[in-house]
């Protein structure tokens, strides 16, 4: 089983700064199948990005991800205050499972 | 528009069983592989299950195998979860998900309800 684990557990930032999410697995992800989901207070998970880099539909363009291999990140290039929430990466290129990391909280700071 | 309902949730004692059930709608539900994945209290996410689009092949965690039966009515665009010999570390949030499928139960998940909360405890 591929363990995610993602960094820093809580990302304090203020609006209008950038934010870099890491998301580093314990092996090799096959074809960097990685997926990024934003999950707000009471709400269900929002998928962003899959494929490691490509934006699901309506994902404003602030929002990037990279990455390769065992090691990933999601960029958010101008924080807005509706970006504050909690993220998760998911790896889908060995199943199963389908891993989730642990999650990263994105707070105001 | 994608819209998907899950419902059944509720507080049932350790050892009992629930039925949850998910109603999809927006797209073609007989096409799509579906999955539920749940969170704890406070925790993060936990893939469960999925289900081909037939619904003749199904997929578990190690964690519910044995114990939770997963089902679809393309009929009625509605999926299941069949939950048994309930533990308190199932008390969770179940999200009903369509995902795409990338094979040998590999998927993200494009879409989610809203979730229905199943509690067990005595």
């Known amino acids: 089983e591929i363990v995610l684990t993602q960094s820093p557990g809580t990302l304090s930032l203020s609006p209008g700064e950038g934010a870099t999410l890491s998301c580093r697995a314990s092996q090799s992800v096959s074809s960097n199948y990685l997926a990024w989901y934003q999950q707000k207070p009471g709400q269900a998970p929002r998928l962003l990005i899959y494929g490691a880099s490509t934006r699901a539909t309506g994902i404003p363009d602030r929002f990037s991800g990279s990455g390769s291999g065992t090691d990933f990140s999601l960029t958010i290039s101008r924080l807005e205050p509706e970006d504050f929430a909690v993220y998760y990466c998911q790896q889908y290129g060995s199943s199963p499972p389908n891993t989730f990391g642990q999650g990263t909280r994105l707070e105001i700071k | 528009e994608v819209q998907i309902l899950e419902s059944g949730g509720g507080l049932v004692q350790p050892g009992g069983s629930l039925r949850l059930s998910c109603a999809a709608s927006?797209?073609?539900?007989?096409?799509?592989?579906m999955s539920w994945v749940r969170q704890a209290p406070g925790k993060g996410l936990e893939w469960v299950s999925g289900?081909?689009?037939?619904?003749?092949?199904?997929n578990y965690a190690d964690s519910v195998k044995g114990r939770f039966t997963m089902s679809r009515d393309n009929s009625k665009n509605t999926l299941y979860l069949q939950m048994q010999s309930l533990r308190a570390e199932d008390t969770a949030l179940y999200y009903c998900?369509?995902?795409?499928?990338?094979?040998?139960?590999?998927?993200?998940?494009?879409?989610w309800g809203q979730g229905t909360l199943v509690t067990v405890s005595s």
């Open positions: 289900i081909n689009p037939p619904g003749d092949h199904t």
């Open positions: 927006g797209f073609s539900f007989s096409s799509q592989a």
């Open positions: 998900a369509k995902v795409r499928d990338y094979g040998d139960w590999r998927f993200y998940f494009d879409s």
